[in-house]
């Protein structure tokens, strides 16, 4: 069940930094988390299962833009459909939203992702050289079309 985090407590930010960690190896300081959150800067929403958090999408806001700051979903879960119902939820959110674009990085090895994000009407715009410590970053942009 995804659950949109509007508000962030020590635990729960400690359990997003956590599942940060065990999916990317690197996360935000819990301390950092909470406060963002709390300031309405970050959004997170959760997939859980038995209370267990198995999945999170974060964004933080900049000007007119969403930049995705993480998607993923721990290992045991993947290829469930998971990621797809968070980008679901990103997706409808910036429907309603004022912002006009969606900003994102991705591993260039990552295709899985770079195949979920096309799936949702995001294009490659460029690359980030050495945006990782040993590999380039795909940068996806998704914009708003006004007819």
Do not use: H
Request: hydrophobic residues 35%; proline residues 1%.
């Amino acid at each position: 069940m995804i659950e949109e985090i509007s508000a962030c407590d020590d635990q729960l930010a400690r359990d997003l930094e956590e599942i940060e960690k065990i999916i990317f190896g690197t996360a935000w300081p819990s301390k950092t988390i909470r406060q963002k959150i709390n300031d309405r800067d970050f959004k997170y929403w959760v997939y859980k299962k038995d209370r267990k958090i198995i999945a999170y999408l974060g964004i933080q806001f900049t000007n007119e833009f969403i930049e995705v700051l993480g998607i993923g979903v721990i290992e045991n879960y993947r290829k469930k459909g998971y990621g797809s119902e968070l980008m679901t939820e990103l997706v409808n959110y910036f429907n309603d939203a004022p912002y006009r674009k969606i900003l994102l990085e991705v591993r260039e090895s990552n295709n899985n992702a770079k195949n979920l994000y096309a799936n949702y009407g995001f294009k490659q715009i460029s690359k980030r050289k050495n945006y990782y410590k040993n590999e380039d970053a795909d940068v996806y942009l998704k914009e708003k079309i006004y007819v």
